[in-house]
């Protein structure tokens, strides 16, 4: 049996690739590699971005594996220290990641595309949390959702499952992009190259801030940012490479960027 997740190393980008036919549902098995394999990423040095896609032309990912759940595999098995698809709950993850979404994102694998920080679209995909058709909620889901869009369109989703497309799911602003199927992981390389020449240390104290803070008051988080209570902070302003930035600036040069 072929490895149900597959990774290309691309200069500094990893790419992850979901195949497991025949609509690369995970199973916990699955979601442990999953796991691992952001964990590497997050750890690795060298990498600087990553891509989440799916194998084949109609699905992303529809969620958890319900013939694993119909043999006995309970909701609340060991995902690994990501969580449910690798990325939820994975501690630390200070580099950007981008969603190439690739057909259907459904219940879990909706979870885990409203996990990366940039989603780009192929025209086809569509959206929806089923979850509630199963006797089961979208937890990740309905924890997040209601925080991205508005209240009453979160709460429509969760409660009926309805599908949503590209189009209305651009308006709510859960994607950055529709492109043709085609040039869906051209586009999704582009971006991902992008953030590769960028500047590791502040994408970490990015994230870091966004975690540490979107749940205080505003005064209470520019307190926190201000005294460089959180260790991305106090690294970027005693780093290297925010030295190297005002220089850059002021040489009318790129800036060279080491992560440290």
């Given at each position: 049996?072929?490895?149900?997740?597959?990774?290309?190393?691309?200069?500094k980008v990893?790419?992850?690739?979901?195949?497991r036919?025949?609509?690369?549902?995970?199973?916990?098995?699955?979601?442990?590699?999953?796991?691992d394999?952001?964990?590497?990423?997050?750890?690795?040095?060298e990498?600087?971005?990553?891509?989440?896609?799916?194998?084949?032309?109609?699905?992303?990912?529809?969620?958890?594996?319900?013939?694993?759940?119909?043999?006995?595999?309970?909701?609340?098995?060991?995902?690994?220290?990501?969580?449910?698809?690798?990325?939820?709950?994975?501690?630390n993850?200070?580099?950007?990641?981008?969603?190439?979404?690739?057909?259907?994102a459904?219940?879990?694998g909706?979870?885990?595309?409203?996990?990366?920080?940039?989603?780009?679209?192929?025209?086809?995909?569509?959206?929806?949390?089923?979850?509630?058709?199963?006797?089961?909620?979208?937890?990740?889901?309905?924890?997040?959702?209601?925080?991205?869009?508005?209240?009453?369109?979160?709460?429509?989703?969760?409660?009926?499952?309805?599908?949503?497309?590209t189009e209305?799911?651009?308006?709510?602003?859960?994607i950055?992009e529709?492109?043709?199927?085609?040039k869906?992981?051209?586009?999704?390389?582009?971006?991902?190259?992008?953030?590769?020449s960028?500047?590791?240390?502040?994408?970490?104290?990015?994230?870091?801030?966004?975690?540490?803070?979107?749940?205080?008051?505003?005064?209470?988080?520019?307190?926190?940012?201000?005294?460089?209570?959180?260790?991305?902070?106090?690294?970027l302003?005693?780093?290297?490479?925010?030295?190297?930035?005002?220089?850059a600036?002021?040489?009318?040069?790129?800036?060279?960027?080491?992560?440290?």
């Amino acid at each position: 049996m072929s490895e149900p997740i597959k990774t290309n190393r691309r200069g500094k980008v990893l790419e992850v690739t979901m195949d497991r036919p025949k609509a690369n549902a995970i199973d916990a098995a699955t979601s442990r590699i999953m796991s691992d394999i952001f964990s590497e990423f997050r750890d690795d040095p060298e990498m600087r971005s990553a891509i989440l896609t799916a194998a084949g032309e109609k699905f992303f990912c529809p969620g958890w594996d319900l013939k694993a759940a119909a043999a006995g595999e309970a909701p609340d098995s060991d995902y690994g220290v990501g969580g449910f698809g690798g990325l939820q709950e994975l501690p630390n993850l200070g580099k950007p990641v981008v969603a190439a979404v690739n057909g259907l994102a459904f219940g879990g694998g909706f979870e885990i595309m409203i996990s990366c920080d940039i989603i780009i679209a192929a025209e086809h995909a569509t959206f929806a949390l089923p979850e509630l058709r199963s006797g089961i909620i979208a937890d990740a889901a309905t924890i997040k959702l209601p925080r991205r869009i508005p209240y009453h369109v979160a709460m429509e989703m969760l409660f009926t499952g309805r599908v949503i497309d590209t189009e209305e799911a651009k308006h709510w602003g859960l994607i950055n992009e529709i492109v043709p199927a085609d040039k869906l992981m051209e586009r999704a390389r582009e971006v991902a190259d992008l953030l590769a020449s960028g500047p590791p240390l502040v994408y970490a104290a990015i994230k870091e801030v966004d975690r540490e803070t979107s749940h205080l008051p505003v005064q209470e988080a520019f307190d926190i940012l201000n005294n460089r209570k959180l260790p991305t902070i106090a690294k970027l302003y005693s780093s290297e490479d925010q030295l190297e930035g005002a220089k850059a600036f002021a040489e009318k040069r790129d800036p060279v960027w080491k992560g440290r």
